[in-house]
């Protein structure tokens, strides 16, 4: 139940990504307590054959393997960060609405402090050097996003060579901004992406898993004819 909760809840914005994460946990656990729940009866009947530190000694082993699966789950096996930057010295920025009535928009930080996770967990986040110039690189790359998944473009700013979207994940619906910012390099371009979950304190790898999937395809306008 749960586990069934986690989902449904998360799904209508009920509860923030952690609350709905530590459902999950709690939902692994239950499984684990059910188990042995489950099992007891045939256990204490075992006894009768066994010896007592026998069968002490398999409730023991089970509890642990079941605590090591937990263990061994991506909660804990990722840095506890939501935002994720192939730029560490110069990220680029979110620009969103204040919701004030000057309807100025506002910039969300970057945490600088997490640079090192970033680099020791996903060394692998580099740029992509691009041998199309600007503003064709920024109609390709508008065109990639609009074909994946649960991508929206949420604005695209031709003077900044910036597009700003957003990531709903299929079934938690857990939700996630991106930006993607172009930048002149020699004769081509230089495109950086930035990925941030909306809220929650992990995000299991998924911000980074995001920027992958975007850059790999990016990469691939190497091989296009594009000018």
Do not use: C
């Not at 990639?144 to 998944?149: E, F, L, V």
């Amino acid at each position: 139940m749960a586990f069934v909760g986690a989902i449904f809840a998360a799904r209508r914005e009920w509860v923030g990504a952690n609350v709905a994460l530590l459902g999950l946990v709690w939902g692994a656990l239950f499984v684990v307590l059910a188990g042995v729940a489950l099992f007891w009866p045939l256990i204490i009947q075992d006894t009768r054959r066994h010896s007592r530190a026998a069968v002490a000694a398999a409730v023991l082993a089970g509890l642990l393997a079941g605590m090591t699966l937990l263990w061994q789950s991506p909660l804990w096996q990722y840095p506890w960060i939501i935002d994720v930057s192939t730029d560490l010295e110069d990220p680029p920025v979110f620009r969103v609405q204040s919701g004030s009535q000057s309807g100025g928009p506002v910039t969300i930080g970057f945490d600088r402090s997490i640079a090192p996770q970033i680099r020791t967990y996903y060394p692998d986040l580099k740029p992509v050097e691009l041998p199309q110039a600007p503003d064709a690189a920024l109609l390709a790359i508008g065109a990639i996003i609009r074909t994946q998944p649960g991508w929206d473009i949420l604005g695209v700013d031709r003077s900044l060579l910036t597009i700003q979207g957003r990531i709903v994940s299929p079934l938690l619906r857990f939700k996630y901004l991106l930006v993607v910012r172009i930048r002149p390099s020699g004769s081509g371009s230089r495109v950086d992406m930035r990925s941030r979950s909306r809220d929650g304190g992990a995000d299991l790898g998924a911000n980074a898993g995001y920027i992958r999937q975007l850059m790999s395809r990016v990469a691939e306008l190497k091989k296009s004819q594009l000018p």
